[in-house]
């Protein structure tokens, strides 16, 4: 019964929303009878705990070395009146330094913490965030909020974006405006799809973007505008809702070993060979256009197929569909990023090695689109 009442609310609020149902007829807000939602804080570090020389210094910093009990601290008593926040530091560092046995315990500590919090905010560095945030996308179990948030530059600069996207990630899974949404992210007042999410820019605050399918929504100050949902939301209260990917029924061994080769003009055989060679189980390649490699890359991919390795063709463009080449042993990754479809693919290898059940996790997972009804 919880899980329908869930649906309704979530499908509700997407029909006000279509609807533009956001106010009473007088334009006051309705009053929320809600107990304050609470929020759990994870920290693993990044750019938003970071300490810069001075500050002007914008790009000259020291990331993960403010614990994210001070960011929040910080935002007090403002964020008191939207949500009871709680806070928990799973680790301080770069966001490049972390592993993917890291990442399973996130999952664990993220999954955890929803058990008694309304919903999870995840703050960490921006350089590999889109990573984070497609891996708890696919892992996670419950459908309760979980945003990622950070920053592009550090917390002691004048000017940082850090304090109002933390505040704004607090502020949007207090709201639980994107329950059934999987993960997403909250940057420079836009809400995106972890699916659908990338860093598009080195420096600039606005560095993320979702592509061709845009962002999901914007906050502005006091007002959350959510203006579509990912597909996922028409299985919300399903036990469909739920990836395959439950890390508890993963045995506790190493993950797959999954690499991702970049095709450029005239690339030779030597990554993929290289990897094959090292036990590599799956290899994503970045390809040109709609997934082009060159005479040498095919033929050490074709190799690599024969020696049992399961190849997924991507892009290098960071837009835009692959689709099944009709090669044996290769799968399309759909409009996955080659580093998303990585993700994906290792999670597939660790469940089953049946090449037709991936390729069609790739096809549903990996494109997320709606179901047309008849």
Known sequence: MAQLARRFTVVTALVAVALGITASPTGAAEPDPRPTPKVAVIGTGG???????SKVSFDDYEAGKLRVSRLVNDLRPEVNRIADVTTQQFGNKDSNNYTIPEYRRLTAAVDHALKFNDGVVVTTGTDTMEEFAYWLDLTVRSDKPVVLTGSMRPWTVIGSDAPANLYNAIHLAASGRTTCFGAVVMLNDQIHAAREVRKSDTLRLNAF??????ELGVID??????????ARVEQCGKPAWKTPFDLDKIARRPLPKVDIAYSYQGAGPQAIKAFADAGAAGIVTAG??????????????????????????ASRTGSGSVYDPDVHGVIGAQDL????????????????????????????LGTGQFTARR
């Open 47 to 53: 750019t938003i705990a970071g300490v810069s020389k």
């Open 209 to 214: 973007s979702s592509g061709s399918s845009g």
């Open 221 to 230: 100050q006091n007002h959350i505008r959510v203006n579509r949902a990912p």
């Open 288 to 313: 040109t256009g709609a997934g082009g490699l060159s005479p040498a890359m095919t033929e050490a991919r074709d190799d690599a197929v024969k020696n049992g390795v399961v190849m997924v063709s």
């Open 337 to 364: 990023t080659p580093q998303k479809a990585r993700l994906l693919l290792l999670l597939s290898l660790a469940t089953t090695h049946n090449e037709h059940r991936i390729q069609t996790w790739f096809h549903t």
